[in-house]
C-alpha cells in the first residue's frame, strides 16, 4: 500500500503541466460616430511592408475600415508626415484613406450621405521610391492618423 502510494506521488510529481494565457478585450464604439480597422488587431501589431525582389519595390499596406457618423461627413489627417527609417535613410509615406491623400491638414474622407448609412473603405499606405533607389537596411516608422466627426 505504501509503495502505491508513494508510486502515485512520484508520477505527480514528473507530470507534464501546459499553461497559456492571453489578453482579451474589446471596443464597442457609439453608434453615432466611429472609425475602426475590420481586423481589430491591425492597430496593435507592427505592420510590415513586404519588398518584392523581383520587382525591387515595396508592397503597399492595405486595410480596410469601417466608419459611420450619423450627423455629418468625416475628416482625417496626419499628425505627422510619416515616414520609415532606418537610423540614416528616409522612406517617405503616402497615406490615402478612402482615396483621399492625407496631409497635415484636415481632408474631407467620408461624405455625409455615405457617412450617415456607414460605409467600409480603405486606407492604403505606400512608400515613396526614393530618387536613388532603395538603400538595402531595416527601417521602422509610425503613422498617427487622426479622424473627425464633421458636423454641418
Keep these: 500500500m505504501v509503495g502505491a502510494a508513494l508510486l502515485l506521488v512520484s508520477s505527480l510529481a514528473w507530470g507534464i503541466r501546459e499553461e497559456e494565457e492571453f489578453h482579451v478585450s474589446v471596443t464597442i464604439p457609439t453608434h453615432a460616430f466611429y472609425v475602426l480597422p475590420v481586423n481589430a488587431g491591425f492597430l496593435e501589431q507592427e505592420q510590415v511592408m513586404h519588398w518584392n525582389p523581383v ?9 480596410p475600415f469601417d466608419v459611420k457618423n450619423v450627423n455629418g461627413s468625416i475628416s482625417a489627417r496626419l499628425a505627422a508626415m510619416p515616414y520609415l527609417f ?8 503616402n497615406v490615402r484613406f478612402n482615396r483621399e491623400l492625407l496631409s497635415l491638414l484636415d481632408t474631407p474622407v467620408i461624405n455625409d450621405e455615405q457617412a450617415r448609412a456607414g460605409q467600409r473603405v480603405q486606407l492604403e499606405i ?3 521610391k526614393p530618387a536613388d533607389g532603395y538603400v538595402p537596411g531595416s527601417y521602422f516608422g509610425t503613422v498617427h492618423l487622426m479622424f473627425e466627426a464633421v458636423n454641418p
Design 55 to 63: 520587382t525591387a519595390q515595396l508592397r503597399s499596406l492595405r486595410e
Design 86 to 93: 532606418n537610423g540614416r535613410e528616409r522612406i517617405e509615406l
Design 126 to 128: 505606400e512608400a515613396v
